[in-house]
T-cell receptor, first 117, second 110 residues
Framework: GAVVSQHPSWVICKSGTSVKIECRSL??????MFWYRQFPKQSLMLMAT?????????EQGVEKDKFLINHASLTLSTLTVTSAHPEDSSFYIC?????????????FGQGTRLTVV | DAKTTQPTSMDCAEGRAANLPCNHS???????VYWYRQIHSQGPQYIIH???NNETNEMASLIITEDRKSSTLILPHATLRDTAVYYC???????????FGQGTRLTINP
């Protein structure tokens, strides 16, 4: 099956710094990728839809200036958590669908665990 | 997308069939039923999806009622590695985003 890879798998950063998370589709092209956040013992919450070559679409309540999304190519989307604070500590997950296989399932990355200290 | 209702948790003995129910009484005619699971600290994994006919693959079977208001995911011979949170999602096929509910935490016991 299609593979989506996230990097890094985990990261610890100091409060006030910025962290970039990468999401790559390894064997297919994706015009659209999705970013989710998951707090402990909770479900995945969709943060934003990343569109190749255009601005991301953010869900209600998600600060676009806080969570910067760049989708510069058909295989790479990045999420940058700017001026991170401890409350941003969470599990961040991306997903993508194969552009050439319409009406197929979405594939997910393995997730990135962010800890802000 | 239509909302779904799933039990919060379920237990099943190893080697037995695990039957996970999902209610989606407001599903519309062009919405499919998708199942994903999430093993602890990993990204979700696709299991199966269907519209109105029952579906089977190497992982599971999906039984959808005739009125399509509910469905059941069946893991025929559960193993300890099937312990995970299982999410039932309905959406229009071709629609982009997936919206997750709370899912069912399935525990397979030895």
């Amino acid at each position: 099956g299609a593979v989506v890879s996230q990097h890094p798998s985990w990261v610890i950063c100091k409060s006030g710094t910025s962290v970039k998370i990468e999401c790559r589709s390894l064997d297919f092209q994706a015009t659209t990728m999705f970013w989710y956040r998951q707090f402990p013992k909770q479900s995945l919450m969709l943060m934003a839809t990343s569109n190749e070559g255009s601005k991301a679409t953010y869900e209600q309540g998600v600060e676009k200036d806080k969570f910067l999304i760049n989708h510069a190519s058909l295989t790479l989307s990045t999420l940058t958590v700017t001026s991170a604070h401890p409350e941003d500590s969470s599990f961040y997950i991306c997903s993508a669908r194969d552009l050439d296989r319409v009406n197929t399932e979405a594939f997910f990355g393995q997730g990135t665990r962010l800890t802000v200290v | 997308d239509a909302k779904t209702t799933q039990p919060t948790s379920m237990d099943c003995a190893e080697g037995r069939a695990a039957n996970l129910p999902c209610n989606h009484s407001t599903i519309s005619g062009n919405e499919y039923v998708y199942w994903y699971r999430q093993i602890h600290s990993q990204g979700p994994q696709y299991i199966i999806h269907g519209l109105k006919n029952n579906e089977t693959n190497e992982m599971a079977s999906l039984i959808i009622t005739e009125d399509r208001k509910s469905s059941t995911l069946i893991l025929p011979h559960a193993t300890l590695r099937d312990t995970a949170v299982y999410y039932c999602i309905v959406r229009v096929q071709g629609a982009q985003k997936l919206v997750f509910g709370q899912g069912t935490r399935l525990t397979i016991n030895p």
